[in-house]
């Protein structure tokens, strides 16, 4: 049983930055963050396969965003530079075996994190 916890959504201007947070318990071997924007599917933004350190990344982010692991605490972060309108969304953290863009493999999510960007 994994459980993730998400923090550090909040609104922001245009260009601005926001840190996300996800402190995960259990079994983690690929860490990923979602995104679902009201009226929208929910896509994948950013994930991170724990045993090879390699990050993957939405187009749409690449060059803005990070996701970032710290191990003591089992816990990774989604830094999100020059933040857009379009970035507007419900944040989610996922758990799963496989590090894939789509979110039906992930078994474990948490609650989600409203993130808010005004032009």
């Known amino acids: 049983q994994v459980q993730l916890q998400e923090s550090g959504g909040g609104s922001v201007q245009s260009g601005g930055s926001l840190k996300l947070s996800c402190a995960a318990s259990?079994?983690?071997?690929?860490m990923a963050w979602f995104r679902q924007a009201e009226g929208k599917e929910r896509e994948g933004v950013a994930r991170?396969?724990?045993?090879?350190?390699?990050?993957l990344y939405a187009d749409s982010v690449k060059g803005r965003f990070t996701i970032s692991q710290y191990n003591a605490n089992n816990t990774i972060y989604l830094q999100m530079n020059s933040l857009k309108p379009e970035d507007t969304a419900a944040y989610y953290c996922a758990s799963g075996p496989y590090c894939v863009p789509a979110p039906g493999p992930y078994k474990y999510w948490g609650q989600g994190t409203q993130v808010t960007v005004s032009s």
């Open positions: 259990g079994d983690t071997r690929c």
């Open positions: 991170f396969a724990r045993a090879s350190g390699i990050e």
